[in-house]
């Protein structure tokens, strides 16, 4: 395969363009794999006491908008976020996914996804933090979760 790179500046985002013989064998499968792909961000701008800084997503468990303010929640701390959860949500690669009106979870993070009778509760890795998916959005989360091989 063949990768060229052009920097044009009558363009304000990246654009690709894909050019295949007619017959190529794994087109499907390519087209697929590129319309996955996404520039999503590496960090995220958050507050604490006052200091603003760059969170790596990686360290992200959720993040849950309570009243007027939305915190991103890592294994030790609590954040501030200074967007909105909905804003968040379409800006995050696709592993932030929504599991209620009011969070968003990191599923590289969670341990287990438990049906209880108050709710069905999500644990994350290394952490005593757990937090609720409401009913509408048990589905996607548990399709996405027996994928990566969580659930059985």
Do not use: W
């Not at 009106?101 to 287990?112: E, F, G, P, Q, R």
């Not at 438990?114 to 509408?136: C, M, V, W």
């Amino acid at each position: 395969m063949k990768v060229v790179v052009e920097t044009t500046t009558d363009i304000d985002q990246p654009m690709l363009t894909l050019r295949l013989p007619p017959d190529y064998p794994q087109r499907e499968d390519l087209i697929q794999a590129l319309e996955k792909v996404t520039l999503a961000p590496a960090t995220l701008t958050v507050s604490q006491r006052g200091q603003t800084t760059q969170l790596p997503l990686n360290e992200l468990m959720f993040i849950e908008a309570t009243g007027h303010q939305v915190a991103a929640h890592t294994s030790t701390a609590v954040y501030r976020v200074p967007s909105s959860l909905t804003a968040l949500g379409s800006a995050l690669p696709s592993n932030f996914i929504r599991v209620s009106k009011s969070a968003l979870v990191n599923t590289d993070m969670v341990h287990a996804l438990t049906k209880t009778l108050t709710g069905n509760l999500i644990e994350f890795d290394h952490s005593p933090k757990q937090l609720y998916a409401s009913r509408r959005y048990y589905q996607p989360l548990k399709v996405v979760l027996e994928e990566k091989g969580l659930l059985l």
